[in-house]
């Protein structure tokens, strides 16, 4: 297995059957943890770190390299990207990062249906995995008639903060969309990645 092939499934994992989870719990920050995010927030770190990102990301659609290394995740029905983390970055900004992008869905319209913890105890390492799932929203009306289709917006939104033995590892974000015939088709996936990346 090629360098790439081991990272890219490491990335996008098919299953967890190799995992035992150790721990699952409620994700929930903390008064400091929150003051600190709110600060970097309205920073101009902040600005700048995410016209970085979204250069990265830009760059690799060309397969240009960058400092940020950032990977992408194309099929018919998942789109998405991870950022390896680097240093320049920080820890607790990488997580601040994670909290950045869910809020920016959200700002989509969409609602969090799910914040969630996990620690993996993995053979020969621990992973910790801090994930937000967000849905599009869905009245009364869409689950009661037959006749009108669902508006999925961009899909189903994961973001995923992988931390291991405690030190970041990726960040990643996917959009999965529906092929229903009870949903609307799905909004381009360019149009939800300019909407991140929008300041």
């Not at 770190?45 to 690799?60: F, M, N, P």
């Not at 609602?111 to 009245?139: G, W």
């Amino acid at each position: 297995m090629s360098y790439f092939d081991k990272l890219f499934s490491k990335l996008f994992p098919a299953k967890d059957s190799d995992k035992v989870t150790a721990v699952h719990e409620v994700l929930k920050r903390n008064q400091p943890t929150q003051q600190a995010y709110g600060d970097w927030k309205d920073s101009d770190d902040r600005s700048e770190l995410i016209k970085e990102i979204a250069q990265a990301y830009y760059y690799k659609k060309t397969n240009i390299t960058s400092e940020i290394d950032v990977h992408l995740f194309n099929t018919a029905y998942a789109n998405g990207f991870a950022i390896s983390y680097h240093e320049k970055i920080g820890s607790k900004v990488f997580q601040h990062l994670t909290d950045y992008f869910r809020d920016k869905v959200l700002e989509m319209g969409y609602r969090l249906v799910n914040a969630d913890r996990r620690i993996l105890d993995r053979e020969n390492y621990v992973e910790t995995i801090e994930k937000y799932y967000l849905k599009p929203p869905l009245s009364a009306e869409d689950l009661t008639q037959d006749t009108i289709q669902v508006n999925q917006m961009f899909g189903n939104i994961a973001i995923e903060h992988v931390q291991i033995n405690s030190q970041p590892s990726y960040l990643k974000v996917l959009a999965s969309i529906y092929s229903d015939r009870q949903f609307q088709e799905a909004d381009s996936y360019d149009d939800f990645i300019s909407a991140l990346f929008h300041q």
